[in-house]
């Protein structure tokens, strides 16, 4: 029917801004996994969402400490290398959502030591 919409996998610029306008939120990242993780770094990735402009990454040690988060345009990356605040031998929370104007997914959490 006429209410039926169908979005290529990359969408012009002009056409995202459009969604965003209609308040469209995009939905959660799927598949995030660590993908390397050597001394003082790590690097996730996940499986694009749909709609989204850019995805929020935030970090934080599950005892406390400082939330670090990091933005990654959707049309460049589905993976981020994170570096900042990384300690050895503790555990981290990792959350990404995905993000269309100022609308942000539900969160994908992940964690690692």
Same mark, same amino acid.
């Given at each position: 029917g006429e209410n039926s919409f169908i #979005?290529?996998?990359t969408l012009a610029a002009a056409s995202l801004d459009d969604i965003a306008t209609s308040g469209y939120q995009p939905k959660k990242p799927k598949d995030v996994k660590i993908v390397d993780?050597?001394?003082g770094q790590i690097e996730v990735s996940w499986t694009p969402s749909k709609c989204a402009s850019m995805y929020d990454v935030?970090?934080?040690?599950?005892?406390?400490?400082?939330?670090?988060s990091k933005q990654v345009q959707a049309l460049h990356e589905n993976s981020i290398l994170l570096v900042d605040?990384?300690?050895s031998? $503790?555990? #981290?929370e990792i959350?990404? $959502?995905?993000?269309?104007?100022?609308?942000y997914s539900a969160e994908?959490?992940? $964690? #690692?030591t």
């Open positions: #979005f290529p996998d993780s050597s001394q935030t970090y934080q040690q599950v005892t406390g400490g400082e939330a670090i605040g990384l300690v031998c $503790s555990e #981290f959350r990404v $959502s995905a993000v269309l104007g100022d609308e994908a959490v992940l $964690s #690692f």
